[in-house]
């Protein structure tokens, strides 16, 4: 069995139907379309977040993301990243074994004068029991976020100064003091400071941008886990666990 990885990232701008596919150097997207529907990126990210966040709750979910994916004003979301794993019989975006994903939010999180990308709903699901072939999608995610940010949102937003996430401090499920340290060895992020419930945590960006492949015009997340990153929002704080972040 050999599986093979398909990673983008899908852009939301002011259509409240679908995302626009942005492609990178050095990742396959054969599976992933040019365009798709809002509510199947929903849909496909709730079957997945069933898994990291042992979230049931499909039909709420989707709907929470879509609402997410389409909602205007000054700090939304503005991108979804991919990484999906999928065998040789596959047909559509929706038939992977294994996956990651993650989003990007612009906002200020009422921290900094300026907007900075956050990243949320990190998630991590393996579909079929058989792990022997899969690789690791979250660091496909992870880099695509950096190229994604340095060249398609620092285009048009000059204050971005690095990469931004949040780890809550007494999740249901996993260990703050292992998410800080995985962030940190991983991926380059280093704690900021702390409030009441939640550590920040940032990646400075210093190298020169990479190109992408294709530009995608643009005019315009849950809690944090060993497997996932979910966004933080101002109502009712939502569960973190090992690997991801959603929204507060």
Same mark, same amino acid.
């Given at each position: 069995?050999?599986?093979?990885?398909?990673?983008?990232?899908?852009?939301?701008?002011?259509?409240?139907? %679908?995302?626009?596919?942005?492609?990178?150097?050095? $990742? #396959?997207?054969?599976?992933?379309?040019?365009?798709?529907?809002?509510?199947?990126?929903?849909?496909?990210?709730?079957? !997945?977040?069933? @898994?990291?966040?042992?979230?049931?709750?499909?039909?709420?979910?989707?709907?929470?993301? @879509?609402?997410?994916?389409?909602?205007?004003?000054?700090?939304?979301?503005?991108?979804?990243?991919?990484?999906?794993?999928?065998? #040789?019989?596959?047909?559509?975006?929706?038939?992977?074994? #294994?996956?990651?994903?993650? *989003?990007?939010? !612009?906002?200020?999180?009422?921290?900094?004068?300026?907007?900075?990308?956050?990243?949320?709903?990190?998630?991590?699901?393996?579909?079929?029991?058989?792990? =022997?072939?899969?690789?690791?999608?979250?660091?496909?995610?992870?880099?695509?976020?950096?190229?994604?940010?340095?060249?398609?949102?620092?285009?048009?937003?000059?204050? @971005? #100064?690095?990469?931004?996430?949040?780890?809550?401090?007494?999740?249901?499920?996993? =260990?703050?003091?292992?998410?800080?340290?995985?962030?940190?060895?991983?991926?380059?992020? %280093?704690?900021? $400071?702390?409030?009441?419930?939640?550590?920040?945590?940032?990646?400075?960006?210093?190298?020169?941008?990479?190109?992408?492949?294709?530009?995608?015009?643009?005019? =315009?997340?849950?809690?944090?886990?060993?497997?996932?990153?979910?966004?933080?929002?101002? =109502?009712?704080?939502?569960?973190?666990?090992?690997?991801? *972040?959603?929204?507060?």
């Amino acid at each position: 069995m050999s599986v093979i990885y398909s990673s983008g990232v899908y852009v939301f701008g002011t259509s409240k139907i %679908n995302a626009t596919l942005t492609e990178y150097n050095g $990742f #396959d997207n054969h599976m992933l379309p040019k365009k798709i529907s809002i509510r199947v990126l929903a849909s496909l990210l709730s079957r !997945m977040q069933e @898994i990291c966040f042992n979230d049931t709750a499909i039909e709420i979910n989707t709907q929470r993301l @879509i609402n997410m994916f389409t909602s205007g004003g000054k700090e939304k979301t503005v991108a979804l990243v991919l990484s999906l794993g999928y065998l #040789d019989v596959a047909t559509d975006i929706t038939d992977f074994v #294994d996956g990651g994903s993650a *989003t990007i939010q !612009m906002s200020n999180q009422g921290l900094f004068e300026i907007q900075q990308p956050w990243i949320n709903e990190v998630c991590r699901a393996k579909m079929i029991d058989d792990h =022997s072939h899969f690789l690791k999608p979250i660091k496909n995610v992870m880099e695509l976020i950096d190229n994604h940010i340095l060249t398609h949102l620092s285009s048009t937003r000059k204050g @971005i #100064d690095g990469a931004y996430l949040y780890v809550e401090k007494s999740p249901e499920h996993g =260990s703050a003091s292992v998410l800080l340290d995985y962030y940190h060895k991983n991926y380059g992020y %280093n704690e900021l $400071f702390a409030d009441d419930e939640f550590y920040y945590m940032k990646k400075p960006y210093i190298k020169t941008p990479p190109s992408p492949r294709r530009k995608t015009t643009l005019r =315009s997340t849950r809690k944090t886990t060993l497997r996932s990153t979910r966004k933080k929002t101002p =109502s009712p704080i939502q569960k973190t666990t090992l690997h991801s *972040t959603r929204k507060k």
